[in-house]
């Protein structure tokens, strides 16, 4: 009965490899977002969606591609990985898009480019 | 851009009243005032939202003054599972790189 869940957990992985992490909330919630979270616990927004639309787009590269298949999933595809991607990665959703709405977050997923 | 302040950490006792400050100087008209709560190896998990004033649920109360400029989480009687990263938040939620959250604050709760 897990509100927001993340797979994989851990995610060891080589340069130039091409990786997919999935995400899937059972609230529904009609927004969700990817964040990606640094060594200096920085939780930096890179993506959000609203009922499968895309909404924020923040400076990522593009080798990063999220796709939204229904409102209650939002994965996350990584291209040609660098180093410089190891870091953990959190899913999150809310209600919808507005203020006021708290975000639930996953659990997280522990990318490691080696 | 609403860039959030907060004290990098603060050392605490259990059963101590805790007072963690947020300087939010550019809010916007728009914004809420969010705080999350971050356990090791978790995903941040919501404690209190506010808008104005005062707000209170069972686990905190959210002070904010008027101006809106700042806010203060206050966490009452503090036990060792308090040990914790608070982030304060301040935006919409499609507000884009409002929602970036800053350091955070690292509360550790002594015996």
């Known amino acids: 009965d897990t509100a927001v869940s993340q797979t994989p957990k851990y995610l060891v992985t080589q340069m130039g490899n091409d990786k997919s992490i999935k995400c899937e909330q059972n609230?529904?919630?009609?927004?969700m977002y990817w964040y990606k979270q640094d060594s200096k616990k920085f939780l930096k927004i890179m993506f959000s969606y609203n009922n499968k639309e895309l909404i924020i787009n923040e400076t990522v590269p593009n080798r990063f591609s999220p796709k939204s298949p229904d409102k209650a999933h939002l994965n996350l595809h990584i291209n040609s990985l660098e180093l410089g991607d190891s870091a953990v990665y959190f899913c999150?959703?809310?209600?919808?898009?507005?203020?006021?709405?708290?975000?639930?977050f996953g659990p997280g997923t522990r990318l490691t480019v080696t | 851009l609403a860039k959030t302040t907060q004290p990098i950490s603060m050392d605490s006792y259990e059963g101590q009243e805790v007072n963690i400050t947020c300087s939010h100087n550019?809010?916007?008209?728009?914004?809420?005032i969010t705080w999350y709560q971050q356990f090791p190896s978790q995903g941040p998990r919501f404690i209190i939202q506010g808008y104005k004033t005062k707000v209170t649920n069972e686990v905190a109360s959210l002070f904010i003054p008027a101006d809106r400029k700042s806010s203060t989480l206050s966490l009452p009687r503090v036990s060792l599972s308090d040990t914790a990263v608070y982030y304060c938040l301040v935006g919409a939620n499609n507000a884009g790189n409002m929602l970036t959250f800053g350091g955070g604050t690292r509360l550790m709760v002594k015996p």
């Open positions: 550019n809010i916007a008209t728009n914004d809420y």
């Open positions: 999150a959703s809310s209600q919808d898009a507005r203020g006021g709405y708290e975000q639930y």
């Open positions: 609230l529904g919630h009609d927004t």
